[in-house]
């Protein structure tokens, strides 16, 4: 079995600055990834994306070509379409690609799997021709895809930003449905002193919303009861706000209410979490430079907690620096880098204040679905609640919600949400799904031939 | 708080007996653990298994079978009361051979245990190869016979632990989570369960706490002897219905997932949860069924089953401590039916029955030398 | 309609139902079907009720379809190669 230094899953913003600082630092390193191609979902694509397109995703973008250069040129081994599948506990690590499985054995693990989108129960949602934000701009990146009519609704920076890429590839959304509370401005407002040293932040969202109202997009604004209607596919958003009822018919509706950790691969290996509140969602309970409570395990970029693509690669070099020194290898300055870290971070309260999950997705009517897989609605929980089940893992037992090819990524927080409002706790106490393997589905006969001895495919 | 009986435990074996005092019309309260608790329940197969069951411990192979011929009764009432489908069937089982050397070890354990229990009565029969691939035309190539056994059948653990939750709540009863059984000392004619959740009072407490017996046990002059023997699971995505009947190590469940695990008869197995041994069931599994192969496992378990030193239960009435009965095993999906229609009605007369004798702690106090 | 921002340039063909979609070379199966307003790739196996692609990243796993008579692939994280059969995913074909 092949052993490295450092094995990085997730080639985003953290992955690939981390793979770098390991390479330069003489350490051996691979980094596995799902996609074709390096970038993350923040950076999807950033290698064959041609100069118009990074021109209409705008600057931060094109960052991600220098991040990408930078990991290409470092010399760590680069693994693409590769799925993760199980790790344990001596951190071998199992991953399928090319149709095959392979394991490793990494000193140091760095998970930098990133965020998935918070999920955003509400009725119709599993209508087709709703997606998440991070769907539209996936399409936007990868495939130039932009569409006439989507209704953008929901909250959170990322929804100001793909209608800003949107309005600059000459196709607005039809309309915005912005769910954040009025008051919520006043309680926003507070943090804004302490945000002003990560002031860039705040000028790049003063200028999105200023394209948004320069284009005319219609801002529906302090938006509830939303709910997505269509008989077999999405036709129209429907959501009460200045007063009454309001409908916009539309085949394409897309979802938003933040991202939050992707926490498989640190749930799997039993990492301490905690909730929370401020980013209303669980996180590894990392140290200062990133080491969760199972040694030798680290979390780079937003898995630590939601922070952008700066802070992202920022955290992913910190976390090689840090794993150079403990092999005793020459490593940079971390101290410094800290401190950049800090400042990018300042932003974080005012955001998280301001863009906090809307109530109505926190508590869904009974009605609503939670489970897209199994098809579990949001009485239902409450109802094995009623029964007894003290948390996710019996709810899980007695309904099968999580229990479907999604794992419960879709539905695992707002199971969590439901049962701890049920039961008058905090999710802190609720908890989450137990995360076993596969992380991914698999293949049987990919599983049956584990270990037989074939040549790993050439990586790129 | 106060009931007529405390069950510590709110498993496949806890709330089948619960279900089954309250269906004696006990007032019953079940202290169970929170959300993470150990939960072999989770884990198990799903069987409900008679054929080989009991080689050489006859008591154990008319318990299960008791139990297998009580499972519809037990079906139909929970489906009634609750609504809740625990997707039992009765088609049979099959029990598959790979070599030829463990179709002789087969058929000599077929054979021990007809001379005990007599063909009519067991009805386990040995099959060969063509056999078995009429009632199964999926078989792969390795599989060179088997025994099928009519009193076979299963059900899916998870809606049975949820319909004996639900039953019970309707009978009356109550299941407090969070409530891990902690001390249990006398008080009055009675008992005290001391938890976090509080004191509870009864005068019947059956300790039906898994691996936790252990130290209940001793709480109770109850000198238990169980260790944990871990077993895995793996579940694949929803398929067509593939499988007209379970069999010892694949079956397909009411959803249309397969699962396979691990069997059942291998005391004394051990697997630990790691990719390695995910990937021998999967072996195993294509080895038995070749269409299995192109299907994608979604999710795997590790539990531990509950051990005594011969595999085989342990019932028993606190000597010194009357009123305290414990109740210690695995397959608690087979013995369901025992436990709620056979056993829970000796709890609640407060004696255990005859057929029972067999399964005392003491079987195991050799006399020192 | 959804509507490509630079021009043509899409060089694979596979098909969806029958149906003759047209893709660019690296793009995912489930950007190509989206391109060509196929927004249902499957039926929910518990009701039967329409769903397709909702995360675009390999998370929701609402775009199964089958591919070449494989069922259960993820549209969107499967480049599309010329010539691929693609079919929605039925909910009879994968639930008991």
Partial sequence: MNGYDVVIVGAGPAGMACASEACSAGLSTLVLDEQPRPGGQIFRDIEVSDRKRRALLGKDYGEGARIAGAFRASGAEYVPGAVVWNIDSAKRIDYSAGGRSHSVEAKS????????ERPTPMPGWTLPGVTTVGAVQILFKTSGIVFEDVVLVGSGPLLWLAATQLIAAGSPPKAIVETVPKARYREAARHFGKALPAWRYLAKGFAMMRAVKKAGVPVHRDATDIAIEGETVAAAVTFAAGGRRQRIETAHVALHQGVVPNQQITRLLNCQHRFDESQRAFLPVVDESFETSVPGVFVAGDGAGIGGAKSAEMRGRLVAMRIAEKAGRPAGEAAKLRAEIAKDAAVRPLLEALYAPSADILSPADTTMVCRCEEITAGQIREAVALGAPGPNQVKSFLRAGMGPCQGRMCGLAVSEIIAAAKGETPSTTDYYRIRPPLKPLLLSELA???????????? | MSSDALVLGGGLVGAATAYGLAREGLEVTVLDEGDVAFRASRGNFGLVWVQSKGDGYPDYAIWTRRSADLW??????????????TFYEKPGG?????SDEEMEKRKALIARMHNVHGAASYGARVLDRQEVRAMMPEIGPDVVGGTYCEHDGHASPLYLLRALHDGLKRRGGRVVTDARAETIVRDGEGYAVTTRAGTFRAGRIVLAAGLGNKALGKEVGLDLDIAPLKGQILVTERTKPRLSMPTHVVRQTGEGSIMIGDSHEDVGFDVSSSSDV????????????????????VRSWAALRIMSPDGYPIYEQSGSHPGVFSVNCHSGVTLAGSHALALAPMIAKGALGEELAAFSARRFDAPAN | MPQRIDGSGETIRFTFEGREIAARAGETLAAALIAAGETTTRASVVSGAPRGPYCMMGVCFECL?????????????????????????????VAA
């Avoid at chain 1, 270990?451 to 990586?459: H, K, N, S």
């Avoid at chain 2, 995910?278 to 496992?297: E, G, H, N, S, Y």
């Fill in chain 1, 109 to 116: 693990l760095v998970v930098a799997t990133g965020a998935i």
């Fill in chain 1, 449 to 460: 031939g584990l270990g037989a001895e074939e040549p790993r495919e050439a990586a790129e």
């Fill in chain 2, 72 to 85: 519809p009764s037990l079906d139909a009432m929970l489906k009634e009361e609750t609504g809740v489908s």
């Fill in chain 2, 94 to 98: 099959l029990h598959f051979c790979l």
């Fill in chain 2, 278 to 297: 995910m990937a021998t069931l999967a072996a195993r599994a294509i080895r038995m069924f070749p269409f299995v192969k192109d299907l994608r496992i």
């Fill in chain 3, 65 to 93: 379809v089958e591919i070449d008579g494989v069922p259960n692939r993820q549209a969107c994280m499967i480049v599309a190669e010329p010539g691929m059969s693609v079919n929605r995913q039925k909910a009879d074909e």
